[in-house]
């Protein structure tokens, strides 16, 4: 009876020894943990004629962890040779192939990939292309592009659920003092999401451990009393006859976020 790598549909590879034919061929097995034994095996004898199939896996590679493991072999190859292929990756139709040519990117840390972060990808319909744009451009900006980033990024404020919001305010608050500024002057938008967000994101910036929730629910109750309305009721619940009301999550904010690609 054959094996689960044996009954793979062979993928592109530019070298045709048997060897190097099975083990790019595992990408495309129907087993999960071939195409992942696959991967493993493609990094742990790298092969510049490994690349183009990494590379093409990545873009419609369902697993997480088979996804990662292509990034860490893509990692193994010359940076001159995955780089450029990585960039052309940015411009893909496919949300997929962008998403994880940026974590592929993050994995590899060049500084000087940080032009290819352009505002249309910060900006990407796709949330996963954002989130992973959000991280890796905190991640590989200069300190002297840092406010034009943060600038960028305070434009989505408010967007997206809130595992989105939560990556959004990860990321700006990885960028440290230099954000207060700008989510000062979010925080008095007109919009209502922007506005909850940005003073959600600033109280974290103030209390790292008060919990993303926590502090999204104390700036909409903010927002919905006023300041002015919201400090009189602080100071009538912290009186003798008041009671102190506690968030019920205290999840705390997380220094670094596994990716979501």
């Known amino acids: 009876m054959p094996t689960a790598a044996q009954e793979v549909v062979v993928m592109h590879a530019t070298n045709e020894e048997p060897q190097h034919v099975r083990v790019v061929g595992a990408l495309a097995a129907t087993d999960a943990s071939v195409r992942l034994r696959g991967a493993l095996a493609m990094g742990a004898e790298p092969d510049p004629g490994f690349l183009e199939a990494l590379v093409q896996r990545c873009a419609i590679e369902s697993d997480f962890f088979v996804r990662d493991m292509l990034s860490w072999a ?118 209502p999401g922007m506005a909850a967000h940005a003073r959600a994101t600033a109280l974290l910036l103030e209390d790292p451990e008060s919990g993303f929730d926590a502090a999204l629910d104390e700036a909409r109750r903010v927002l919905r009393l006023g300041p002015e309305r919201a400090a009189l009721a602080d100071e009538a619940a912290s009186g003798p006859a008041g009671t102190v009301d506690t968030p019920e999550s205290t999840e705390p904010v997380e220094a670094a976020e596994a990716t979501g690609c």
Not at 77 to 84: A, D, H, R, Y
Not at 107 to 136: F, H, N, P
């Open 74 to 191: 893509l990692t193994r190859l010359p940076p001159e040779l995955v780089l450029p292929r990585l960039r052309r990756e940015l411009d893909s139709g496919h949300a997929q192939a962008r998403s994880q040519a940026l974590h592929t990117l993050s994995k590899i840390g060049d500084e000087s990939t940080w032009a290819w972060i352009t505002r249309y990808l910060l900006r990407d319909a796709d949330d996963e292309v954002a989130r992973t744009a959000w991280r890796v451009a905190v991640l590989l900006v200069p300190e002297d592009d840092e406010e034009d980033l943060v600038t960028e990024l305070v434009t989505q404020l408010g967007r997206g659920d809130r595992t989105v919001q939560l990556s959004l305010s990860r990321a700006l608050l990885s960028l440290g003092d230099v954000v207060q500024p700008a989510l000062e002057e979010a925080a008095v938008s007109a919009d």
